[in-house]
């Protein structure tokens, strides 16, 4: 699998780590409630198909959310996590 | 009809026409006691035992595809009680009791094999790592013996002792540790199940789980619609669609995990063995092929496949820790999907809605846990209760903190553990 | 039998080999299977089941039966297909799998109990009685099973890994990939050509057809040396594509210098090969027909057949017959009488097929039997009218052809059945960018194949954003190809289908009969296909037979799929460079020749190396080294290196806030100059990491980390960065290897520093977590007073570069002090004599509260686990915390990874109230000490537990005591 780093270009896989599902991004209120911070921490919708996911550059530092095909392995698109939050 | 050497004596002097189907292939019917979603290991050890323990036998297993095909069919066949997390602890010590009669309990020949499971350590932190493990072992009431350095050598005399990058410090032997055959563990609990008058239903997937006023009261299939006040779902590996169908979101994520066979080879690799600094683990089949992994891939995945570079950090791993298998060759690769859980430890639960029970997140244990996962998970059906060596798998266990079972240590992020 | 001229071998260069002791002459250009055949031996291996006598059956990497042992000692290869591998002077080449010998074979009494052995016969016994399965019946399997044996020698690690990356990936070089080359080379694009054979040609080189007005192997040759002029393709020779992944990736084995006497190439080099766009151009494989003891030596393949005898000069017989259902056993019968060879029959299924060749022909036939042992002697054919005899020493065997789609199946896709041609072809788009063409795609003429190529290649080259140029194509053979199905002769006997794992039509059969009527029920019941050939010749007939045994046809009862690898790769390909101590890098600290020096033994600190202490002359025991290296910290002064910690630099107007964040404790309030621990919590709210981190200025800020989690945190401050928080301007940096830092601890730490710096430190200038800036020797040195051992304490750190020197004169003026170096021993026991932690305490399962550190959780500002940390089972008392612990007698130390219990209690599961983490003598207290985690545990201070460890059989009393058990109010290090 390769996978287009926002700053570096396109790599192969081993130069990444992935971290999971990129609703990490939307990091609860401090003093949302439980339930929403149990949802943020434990709860994925863990589709076959088109999902948005955070994978770490290792050799730049760079995160960036990936729009992957968990069923196809495809990679349509990556971006910065300022460009997928916006 | 009951298996023995005789009768295969006999059939072989017969040419083999006497036997019978190993399983009927039943047209569905229109209501059941129990419906199961999954025909897989732990789908079909639940019918099994609903059926031998509790008496239910007007139970349908519901298998999309043909029995056995998940997980049970695509893994590295190890069969080990090694946890040390109370909850693990107890569940996985059960399972190795009922793996040990399993044979004779299902008159089929699952090939369990106890030659001995060996975890090496490579540093003073991991010794006592596994120090602590193999006391809880014992505790528990099983089996474990600290080997020293030498201690390994006189089991494993081929690692790599003389120039290694992580010294063998030593290793943590589980003596009743070992493997199975893994496809004639889903045959002989599907088997089994269907002599006692369970319907296993091949090609038949279900579509939809209907729940009126908080009580499920069946599901829709492929096969037509089937009414059952209780329905589990067992289906690993999919549990995340299985439960969106009952309108639950799970603290699941999907990973593929890669397994290798080699080319079969005269018997080289007596014992279970894995490898402390590196993703590896390795036996021998019956066969000679060398049965290894590593970790999963580390990105969600339903595609039963895997890349390269966790393939070549395996194998570089089993170059580093024992050269001696490098002129073997990989013959076969595949993947399966592995139900990843935020702690590494499984779910058997009832769910919000009446008659619908869970059975997900087996992370890496799955295989050997199917004696005992079906076990507890027919006995929660049966009684609504959980059984006592599962009451620890609770669902609610990440939103109160209360019993997380975190083996590794390394926290909710679900592809870590 | 050799032809007398002809072949691509070399007839002046003969080669000299020995196959099991037996010296064995063959040319250059041989393989170890034609070799053999030249010298009609045909008997090369044993079956895997029945241990039935098996010659070779093709002529390539699909070979089933021809395994052998290739070379000696470490490097030894079993199952190596003596159809691929080339011979070369010297060559040891031993038969595998019999006992005593290859022509006596005691385990082929397994034949004889054929009958018993039926497909999955041992899930229906030896189940009793219970212990026998383990003690004798798996055993007795195991040493049967198998095929060739391991060395038992380590490997020496002489393969190597690649990369590469091209335009266009051609997989296979016949005419169809050679036209793809060729296309899509002339257009500009980057290609790679790889082929598994030993040249460029494919079929061309085995069949007798003419490409315009050259034979096809000088057609072959002419584009091979075309293409390996241009600059923009590379032929990759004897290379095998062995699997496809994600995103254009291809695994791809070059067997560089397994031809040869090893020396000093790698034997193999595996490549990872990155293809923008692919072509499948890897032909077909010959398929067999199951017809009763179908599988004696000099049954082989026709394809097989024609390529000993036009490539190698080699006929498997002297008098060969045919049989088939296509007109490749009419082309195999003609290349044969061609040769000289005698063709004792031409046997087609056809009742319409015609022949004027001058052979005996039977049109409308089968092989229903055949005779010999060791080697075919004879066939009985049924025809029309009656069945016949026929004397024959070799059989060559024309099924049909199924398209070697294998990689087509590596990411999921399924083969679709096409009826014309009774085969699977490879399914639309199963693989993004890969095109398959020619005979992989179900086109079967040489005309067809070089247009399918050219296609082929034309598609890829729109795709790239190349325009094609027009190349020229020669005339050739269009015969068309439409086989009936011919999969089994209906006669009594065995029938083989997997020739190794001797699954025979009837055990397809069996299984049908038994309910396994899935095609996967049946492949692993049967174990049809699972084979080292997975299956390559046999799979679609044994998928045909069961269609046919449950009354379905083919589609209705499955497809056939393949995983990779294509063809079986070495552990030590895949794995190459990586033993020893290439498995991982090693990190040296700037101390590390100074160490050494000194005798101190380096152990593994993840990828660092640090010294475990440092003897002096006439100490004989680590503890004896240790025990003073801690007193020597206590009472004078010793230095040890801690460069190893992480340390991340973080700069910005936001830095402040960013740590009030990633911290349980606030950071914008530490004043410039001053130095704070912090505790470093994951998002769930257990403890991931803890360090000290100073304020360098009003923007600037320099973290530690412990050693291990040096990575995981950078990881984790970047995501809090660029995810959580991009709003705050931030920039972190991590410095790890940019700073040697060492440790200067002891009563006379001080003195140390002031005999060095050029600046006085004084407590006034230099309190206890300030740091400071100063220079020793005209170096600019950053100084932390922070402690780690508990004694006054310093780090000093200077650019990497001036590490070893600093280091030397600090080992230096400590001992001139009468301290000296210590190792991480010492560190160890003096952190333990303090109660502080490590990441055997912070293993992460643990939380603040844990480590009775929830006072450090700030109550006022968010921070990352805050929320998960408040979890009602997060903050129980009786969760285990952290305690100390103490022998009631001294001498007895609990060590880490042992259980606690309530005194009196059975040390149980049940019972467990916690475990030891950490455990010491401490030279200092003069008694063993422990840290451990324990239900409640601060709660139950002076209590008495049962220590228990079963491992190493320990069983004594603990007395419960705070976790500091040394200078419990800090004075020693705050000075």
Redesign the interface.
């Given at each position: 699998?390769?996978?287009t780093c926002p700053h570096c270009g396109e790599r192969?896989?081993?130069e990444f780590?992935?971290?999971?599902?990129a609703l990490?991004?939307s990091?609860?209120e401090?003093n949302?409630e439980?339930?929403a911070?149990?949802?943020y921490?434990?709860?994925?919708?863990?589709?076959?198909g088109p999902?948005r996911?955070?994978?770490?550059h290792?050799p730049c530092?760079?995160?960036m959310v990936a729009e992957?095909d968990?069923?196809?392995?495809?990679?349509h698109r990556t971006m910065?996590?300022?460009e997928a939050?916006k | 009809m009951r298996y023995s050497g005789f009768k295969v004596f006999l059939e072989g002097l017969r040419g083999q026409s006497g036997w019978k189907p190993v399983w009927r292939d039943p047209e569905p019917k229109p209501v059941y006691d129990v419906v199961i979603i999954g025909g897989g290991g732990h789908g079909l050890s639940t019918a099994y035992y609903l059926a031998k323990n509790h008496g239910l036998t007007n139970v349908a297993v519901l298998e999309k595809g043909y029995l056995g095909g998940g997980n049970v069919g695509r893994n590295t066949t190890i069969v080990r009680a090694n946890y040390f997390l109370p909850g693990n602890s107890e569940f996985y010590s059960h399972s190795m009791k009922l793996w040990e009669g399993l044979a004779a309990d299902l008159n089929y020949n699952v090939m369990h094999s106890q030659r001995g499971l060996i975890n090496l350590f490579h540093s003073d932190g991991q010794r006592d790592a596994f120090a602590r493990r193999g006391n809880a072992m014992i505790n528990q009431g099983d089996d474990a013996v600290l080997l020293d350095r030498e201690g390994v050598r006189s089991y494993l005399p081929y690692l790599d002792f003389d120039n290694p990058r992580f010294p063998v410090y030593g290793g943590l032997l589980h003596p009743r540790g070992g493997t199975a055959r893994h496809d004639a563990v889903a045959w002989g609990y599907a088997r089994g199940a269907d002599r006692r008058g369970v319907d296993l239903l091949q090609q038949c997937e279900v579509t939809g789980i209907d729940i009126e006023g908080g009580q499920v009261t069946g599901v829709q299939t492929t096969r037509g619609p089937i009414k059952a006040k209780k329905v589990a779902m067992i289906a690993a590996g999919?549990s995340?669609?299985v439960a969106a169908m009952a309108g639950m979101?799970?603290?699941?994520?999907?990973h593929v995990l890669q397994a290798f066979v080699t080319e079969g080879l005269k018997p080289v690799i007596d014992h279970v063995i894995s490898f402390g600094m590196g993703h590896f683990y390795i036996s021998q089949s019956d066969k000679g092929g060398l049965v290894f992994g590593g970790d999963l891939d580390?990105?969600?995945?339903?595609?039963q496949r895997g890349?390269?570079?966790m393939a070549e950090h395996v194998m570089e791993a089993g170059m580093a820790l024992m050269p001696m298998i490098g002129q073997a060759r990989v013959l076969r690769s595949w993947g399966g999907i592995m139900d990843m859980s935020?702690d590494g430890s499984p779910i058997i639960d009832r769910t919000a809605t009446k008659g619908l029970y869970l059975n997900c997140g087996w992370c890496y244990g799955g295989f050997k846990a199917v004696p005992a996962s079906g076990f507890a998970t027919a006995h929660l059906i049966a009684t609504d209760r959980p059984h006592e060596t599962a009451a620890r798998f609770r669902l609610d266990r990440?939103?109160t903190g209360r019993g997380l079972m975190d083996e590794e240590g390394t926290g909710?992020?679900?592809?870590l553990h | 039998m050799r032809i007398a001229t002809g072949g691509l071998i070399d007839r002046e260069k003969p080669i000299r080999f020995t196959f099991d002791g037996k010296p064995v002459t063959g040319f250059a250009g041989d393989t170890v299977a034609s070799a053999l055949l030249a010298n009609d031996i045909l008997l090369m291996g044993r079956s895997f089941k029945y241990h039935r006598p098996r010659g070779p059956v093709t002529a390539g990497s699909d070979e089933p039966n021809a395994l052998v042992t290739v070379g000696e000692g470490a490097e030894a290869r079993p199952n190596t297909r003596a159809t691929c591998q080339e011979i070369y002077d010297g060559l040891t080449v031993t038969s595998q799998n019999r006992w005593p010998s290859l022509r006596f074979d005691a385990m082929a009494v397994n034949d004889l109990l054929s009958p018993f052995l039926a497909a999955g016969f041992y899930y229906k016994t030896f189940m009793w009685p219970r212990a026998f399965w383990e003690k004798l019946y798996e055993p007795i399997i195991r040493r049967a099973a198998g095929l060739g044996a391991l060395s038992g020698q380590p490997d020496p690690d002489r393969s190597e890994k690649a990369?590469a990356h091209c335009d266009l990936l051609v997989i296979g070089a016949g005419p169809a990939g050679l036209a793809a080359a060729l296309t899509a080379a002339e257009a500009g694009a980057d290609v790679i050509l790889a082929t598994e054979d030993t040249r460029p040609g494919g079929r061309l080189l085995s069949e007798t057809v003419t490409l315009g007005d050259q034979t096809g192997r000088e057609w072959a040759d002419r584009m091979a040396a075309r293409l390996a002029a241009m600059g923009n393709v590379r032929v990759m020779a004897r290379t095998t594509v062995t699997g496809v992944?994600?995103?254009?990736?291809y695994g791809a084995l070059e067997r560089v210098a397994e031809h040869v006497m090893p020396g000093e190439a790698p034997p193999t080099c595996f490549w990872?090969l990155?293809a923008r766009q692919a072509i499948l151009a890897t032909g077909a494989l010959e398929r067999p027909i199951a017809f009763p003891m179908n599988d004696r030596p000099g049954i082989l393949s026709a394809a097989a057949t024609r390529t000993y005898l036009n490539r190698y000069a080699v006929s498997p017989g002297a008098r060969v017959a045919v049989f088939g259902n296509n007109d490749d056993a009419h082309r195999t019968a003609t290349d044969l009488a061609a040769a000289g060879v005698t063709v004792a029959a031409l046997i087609d299924t056809r009742e319409d097929a015609t022949s004027d060749g001058a052979w005996p022909f039977y049109p409308g036939a089968e092989v229903i039997e055949t005779q010999g042992r060791l080697r075919l002697e004879g066939l009985t054919i049924r025809k029309p009218g009656g069945t016949l005899r026929i004397g024959a020493d070799a059989l060559a065997v024309a099924g049909g052809w199924n398209p070697a789609l294998h990689l087509t199946c590596h990411?999921n896709g399924r083969p679709v059945w096409q009826e014309d041609i009774a085969a699977f072809v490879p399914t639309a788009n199963a693989i993004?960018g890969l095109t398959p063409c020619g005979a992989a795609l179900g086109t079967f003429s040489t005309a067809g194949c070089l247009e399918d190529g050219r296609r082929a290649a034309e598609a890829a080259l729109d795709a790239l954003g190349h325009s094609p140029k027009p190349i020229d194509l020669p005339d050739a053979e269009d015969t068309p190809y439409s086989p009936p199905a011919t999969w089994a002769v209906t006669a009594p006997g065995r029938a083989w289908l997997d020739l190794q794992n001797d699954v025979t039509t009837k055990d397809v059969h069996l299984a049908a009969r038994e309910n396994f009527r899935s095609v996967e029920h049946m492949k692993r019941y049967t174990t049809q296909g699972m084979a080292t050939d997975q299956g390559k010749g046999s799979n679609v007939t044994a998928l045909a037979i069961l269609a046919d045994a449950t009354g379905r046809t083919i589609p209705e009862t499955g497809t056939t799929t393949f995983r990779p690898p294509y063809v079986p790769v070495p552990i030590s390909s895949m794995g190459a460079g990586h033993a020893g101590k290439g498995f991982a890098p090693e990190r040296f600290t700037t101390s590390h020749e100074a160490s050494t020096a000194r005798a101190a033994p380096m152990i593994e600190a993840g990828l660092w190396y640090r010294p475990s202490y440092f003897p002096v002359h006439g100490e004989k025991t680590w503890r004896e080294s240790c025990d003073r290296e801690v007193r020597m910290v206590r009472e004078c002064v010793g230095v040890s290196d801690v460069s190893t910690l992480g340390k991340i630099d973080i700069q910005g107007p936001g830095a402040a806030e960013f740590l009030d964040l990633v911290y349980t404790g606030t950071f914008s309030t530490l004043k410039e100059g001053r130095i704070r621990y912090g505790l470093m919590l994951r998002?769930?709210g257990h403890v991931m990491d803890d360090g000290t981190t100073a304020r360098l200025g009003p923007q600037h800020y320099l973290m530690t980390t412990t050693t291990a989690a040096a990575g995981p945190v950078?990881?984790h401050l970047?995501?809090v960065a660029?995810?959580?928080r991009?709003d705050l301007d931030v920039k972190?940096t991590s410095v790890t290897d940019h700073w040697a830092q060492f440790a200067v601890a002891g009563p006379r730490a001080r003195d140390l520093l002031n005999s060095l710096l050029e600046e006085e430190v004084t407590d006034d200038a230099v309190p206890f977590m300030s740091c400071w800036l100063a220079t020793v020797s005209g170096v600019p040195v950053r100084l932390y007073r922070i402690s780690f051992s508990g004694e006054r304490g310093y780090e000093i750190a200077v650019p990497a570069r001036y590490g070893a020197a600093l280091w030397r004169l600090l080992v230096a003026q400590a001992e001139s002090l009468g301290g000296g170096a210590y190792g991480i021993e010492a560190l160890n026991v003096l952190r333990i004599e303090k109660g502080f932690i490590t990441h055997a305490e912070i293993h992460g399962r643990t939380t603040a509260y844990d480590i009775g550190m929830q006072a450090m959780m700030s109550k006022t500002k968010?921070f990352i686990g805050?929320?998960?940390a408040?979890?009602p089972g997060l903050t129980e008392s009786t969760r285990e915390r952290l305690v100390g612990l103490r022998p009631r007698d001294p001498a007895n130390m609990p060590l880490p990874g042992g259980f606690l219990f309530t005194k009196g209690e059975t040390p149980s599961r049940a019972n467990a109230q916690g475990y030891v983490t950490s455990a010491c003598w401490s030279p200092t207290l003069e008694t063993h000490l422990a840290l451990g985690f324990l239900a409640s545990g601060p709660e139950r201070m002076g209590e008495t537990l049962r220590f228990t460890d079963h491992l190493r059989n320990r069983d004594f009393e603990v007395t419960v005591t705070d976790p500091v058990a040394f200078d419990q109010d800090g004075g020693r290090m705050r000075g």
């Open positions: 699998m390769r996978l192969d896989l081993r780590a992935y971290k999971g599902d990490a991004l990091r609860p401090a949302a439980l339930q911070w149990h949802e921490l434990h709860i994925r919708d863990n589709p076959a999902t996911e955070l994978w770490y290792t530092g760079s995160w992957r968990t069923a196809t392995h495809a990679v910065t996590p300022a939050t | 999919r995340g669609q979101r799970l603290p699941i994520e999907s580390f990105y969600a995945s339903y595609a890349n390269l570079p935020p990440f939103a909710a992020q679900h592809n | 990369f992944y994600d995103s254009g990736t990872r990155v990411m993004p998002e769930d950078m990881a970047e995501f660029q995810g959580l991009p972190l968010d805050k929320a998960a408040a979890r």
